[in-house]
Structures are given as C-alpha cells and as structure tokens.
C-alpha cells in the first residue's frame, strides 16, 4: 500500500503561480498529476519517473514543471502563468509497474486532492 498526501493548493490570480506537493510513503518508480473539473473527466497532467523522465500534456507545456525530491518521495508540480481554465481539483497519483504514462486507469494509488483556483 501507497499512501499519497497533496498539500498546497489555493487562489491565485491569472497570471499567478503556485507551487503544489504530495508526500508518498515510499518511493514510487512512477507518480503523476492529474486534474478533473467537476462533472467531466479525470485528466492526466505530468508524470515523473525514478529516472527523471517527465511528459506533460499539451495545455500545460512552458508552464507547469513536475519534479521530485532526491528520496523520490515527494513530488512538486510548481505552476506558472495560470490561467483560470487550470482552475480543478488536482490529485496526486502514483503506479508501480515499470510502465509510466497520463492513463488515468492505469493508477494504482491516489491522494485526496488539492483544489487550485485561478481567477480573471
């Protein structure tokens, strides 16, 4: 069992920035930020591997930067520019198979959620 906990989230203005965590209770060979707005789908962000490997989705290049700590286990994602449309819930996600990838059922273990808000 993974236990994932976010922390950081907030209000910010557009244009702002902030900066979330999620603390894991053991390193995680793969762990991911996802977002979901309510009514719609959970939806992939970034993800970082042991290794340093990081993807991220279209939306979000240029201003997002996903990282982790040297114990890999403690995962960031500092967000800049923020545009209201990044206003969600974001969850902290983590799989341990040596696959990693914004596949939200591919998941194993979850956070609670932190809630970002970018207003105009």
Do not use: H
Request: some cysteine; glycine content about 10%.
């Amino acid at each position: 069992q993974v236990q994932l906990v976010e922390s950081g989230g907030g209000s910010v203005q557009d244009g702002g920035s902030l900066r979330i965590s999620c603390t894991a209770s053991k390193a995680i060979y793969c762990m991911a930020w996802f977002r979901q707005v309510p009514g719609t789908e959970r939806k992939g962000v970034a993800y970082i591997t042991t290794g340093g490997s990081t993807n991220y989705v279209d939306s979000v290049k240029g201003r997002f930067t996903i990282s982790r700590d040297n114990a890999k286990t403690t995962l960031y994602l500092q967000m800049n520019s923020l545009k209201p449309e990044d206003t969600a819930m974001y969850y902290c996600a983590a799989r341990t198979d040596s696959v990693c990838s914004l596949n939200t059922n591919s998941f194993s273990y979850w956070g609670q959620g932190t809630q970002v808000t970018v207003s105009s």
